[in-house]
Antibody
Framework: QVQLVQSGAEVKKPGSSVRVSCKTS????????ISWVRQAPGQGLDWMGV????????NYVQKFQGRITITADASSSTAYMELTGLTSEDTAVYYC????????????WGQGTRVTISS | DIHLTQSPSTLSASLGDRVSITCRAS??????LAWYQEKPGKAPKLLIY???HLQSGVPSRFSGSESGTEFTLTISSLQPEDFATYYC?????????FGQGTKLEIK
């Protein structure tokens, strides 16, 4: 059974950065695609970017380019998402999601990490 | 970027009804489309992948179809637990996009 466990809630100041972790188990970490998705209060799902650890590179949605970095540590099967230059519009629940190579669609999700931006 | 237009944004229906939600892609995505169900406070749940493949453990009343760039999620007979928000997701390239979501409400 694949499990993704995310780090805990964060409260950040405007202009600062946040790093959310996503520890996976039960999958094939290196070949799985790990996506990051966020959902602002009362809004829909917003896909942010994806990384396949074995390839070592990440793809990001244009609107986050320059502010987002997705990384992965294969030794601990943990993915990370860092977002810089935070504003109130970044207040959201952030999810990691894993897609196995066999189906390519994310089939397992983390529990979500609430990030609140407040001065 | 590939844009998905999902409709309707809200759907009111009764128990036992057959309902459909549509997602139209701005360009060809082959069959690289998935459907998710989301309930408040919970992570999205994969229902359908590759346009019409039912994810393991998902009830057979859920089905997906495809016609060119138009994709449809159908629920054949609504059950109480089906009232939720549904999203489509395209993953044809490594720049995924979600549809805007459809809130399925009890009439």
């Amino acid at each position: 059974q694949v499990q993704l466990v995310q780090s805990g809630a964060e409260v950040k100041k405007p202009g600062s950065s946040v790093r959310v972790s996503c520890k996976t188990s039960g999958g094939t970490f290196s070949s799985d695609a790990i996506s990051w998705v966020r959902q602002a209060p009362g809004q829909g799902l917003d896909w942010m970017g994806v990384m396949i650890p074995m390839f070592g590179t990440a793809n990001y949605v244009q609107k986050f380019q320059g502010r987002i970095t997705i990384t992965a540590d294969a030794s601990s099967s943990t993915a990370y998402m860092e977002l810089t230059g935070l504003t109130s519009e970044d207040t959201a629940v952030y999810y990691c999601a894993r897609a196995p190579a066999s189906i390519a669609a994310p089939d397992s999700w983390g529990q979500g990490t609430r990030v609140t931006i407040s001065s | 970027d590939i844009h998905l237009t999902q409709s309707p944004s809200t759907l009111s229906a009764s128990l036992g009804d057959r309902v459909s939600i549509t997602c139209r892609a701005s360009q060809s995505i082959s069959t690289r489309l998935a459907w998710y169900q989301e309930k408040p406070g919970k992570a999205p749940k994969l229902l359908i992948y590759d346009a019409f493949h039912l994810q393991s453990g998902v009830p057979s009343r859920f089905s997906g179809s495809e016609s060119g760039t138009e994709f449809t999620l159908t629920i054949s007979s609504l059950q109480p637990e089906d009232f939720a928000t549904y999203y489509c997701l395209q993953y044809n390239t490594y720049l995924y996009t979600f549809g805007q979501g459809t809130k399925l409400e009890i009439k």
